[in-house]
């Protein structure tokens, strides 16, 4: 049987137990008969673009937490190195609590790609599945990336802001043009046809103006 450190008694391994949680390690035993034969010691490793991707998130505003059922010691190396904040030894249930509170203060996106995260996926605001996610994640999830490169969230937010942007633009434009040829119009500083050939400007203008974010990649 195998289980996790802490959940059986394992004196005669206890020093290293506590040396190899230290380091980050998370620490299960292997168990015969209520005797612990040997331990295995497992280590997340960090994506090769996540110091990177968090960095860019914090210039755009966008602080982060890590939420993980793995033990703290293990999750206080993996949020030190990152410079995140954490909370660890979650179940799936914690998870949606801390996603919840955590959601009252400001709008929250929950990125996972596991079966405990799509609870907390679900509570969010937005839940952002990882192209290797589960399927329940990927089904429970707002949103998913197509890949496994966590810049692509910070991609994700800059094109969403960029679209929001542009939506506003072309509002402004659309109603601003109708707005100054009814105007013109109404006082005889301008003919109908004129309006109308500005009415057919002012849907060229918008549509000139949201192809603009096919530029993005």
């Not at 289980?3 to 620490?27: M, R, W, Y």
């Not at 549509?207 to 603009?212: E, I, M, P, Q, V």
């Amino acid at each position: 049987m195998i289980c996790a450190a802490g959940k059986h008694p394992a004196d005669a391994f206890a020093g290293l137990i506590n040396e190899l949680e230290s380091a980050g390690q998370t620490v299960v035993l292997v168990v015969r008969n209520d005797d612990v034969l040997g331990i295995i010691a497992l280590q997340d490793t960090l994506r090769a673009d996540a110091a990177t991707a968090i960095s860019e998130l914090n210039a755009l505003g966008v602080k982060g937490v890590i939420l993980t059922g793995d033990n703290p010691r293990a999750a206080a190396a993996i949020a030190g190195e990152l410079g995140l904040e954490f909370k660890a030894g979650l179940l799936p249930e914690d998870k949606v609590k801390a996603v919840t509170k955590l959601n009252q203060h400001a709008p929250l996106a929950m990125v996972g790609d596991g079966i405990n995260d799509a609870p907390a996926m679900k509570a969010a605001a937005i839940g952002i599945a990882m192209g290797s996610g589960t399927d329940v994640a990927l089904e429970t999830a707002d949103a998913a990336l197509t890949h496994n490169h966590l810049r692509g969230l910070v991609q994700m937010i800059e094109l969403a802001r960029a679209t929001h942007a542009n939506i506003r633009q072309n509002i402004t434009i659309a109603l601003g043009l109708k707005g100054i040829f009814l105007v013109t119009t109404l006082l005889g500083m301008t003919g109908l046809w004129l309006a109308v050939l500005a009415d057919t400007g002012a849907t060229v203008l918008v549509t000139a103006n949201a192809l603009r974010l096919l530029r993005r990649r």
